[in-house]
């Protein structure tokens, strides 16, 4: 079975301008877990999660530290903590979102689909044909061949 057999072909997108509440609010009503970022052109621009989203609502993750001759040298965890700062005063999904975004192709396999996802720890993918996204496969939508099998 390939992706394009299971894929989700009407995709609900966003806009680099919509502020934080509306994505809270398009994912809520709409019962998903993330949505795909996309520019005035149509083209993929990012994707936005719940897990971007809880950002909002925590402090970001200090870096580790060490003490050496009175100074602190942060040593891992910097690029992370400049992350979860970044989303927590975002405004706007551009501000927000994951820009370097997984995605796969209509002709991949599920299987081929699933290990990406287990592989990248990602909860969708969207699919891709001609750098143009034509659908988008969720987990569920992976689990869901395992009851159609």
């Known amino acids: 079975m390939k ?4 894929m989700q072909t009407s995709v609900i997108t966003i806009q680099p301008d919509t502020e934080i509440k509306e994505i809270a609010r398009t994912l ?7 949505v795909p970022v996309v520019d005035s052109s149509g083209k993929l621009a990012g994707i936005i999660s ?10 970001p993750r200090i870096p580790d530290v060490i003490g050496f001759l009175g100074a602190l040298i942060y040593y891992r965890g910097v690029k992370q903590y400049d992350s979860d700062f970044k989303k927590l005063i975002a405004l706007q999904a551009s501000e927000i979102m994951t820009r370097d975004v ?7 396999t599920i299987e081929e689909a699933a ?6 720890n990602v909860k969708r993918l969207p699919v891709m044909e001609n750098e143009k996204m034509i659908g988008i496969i969720s987990r569920m939508d992976v689990i869901k061949t395992l009851i159609e099998d």
Not at 28 to 34: A, L, T, V
Not at 102 to 108: E, L, S, V
Not at 115 to 120: A, D, G
């Open 102 to 108: 997984i995605t796969i192709n209509k002709d991949a």
């Open 50 to 59: 719940e897990g971007d989203l809880l950002h909002k609502e925590t402090n």
């Open 28 to 34: 809520f009503e709409n019962k998903i877990s993330g």
């Open 115 to 120: 290990t990406l996802m287990i592989n990248r």
């Open 3 to 6: 992706v394009m057999d299971i």
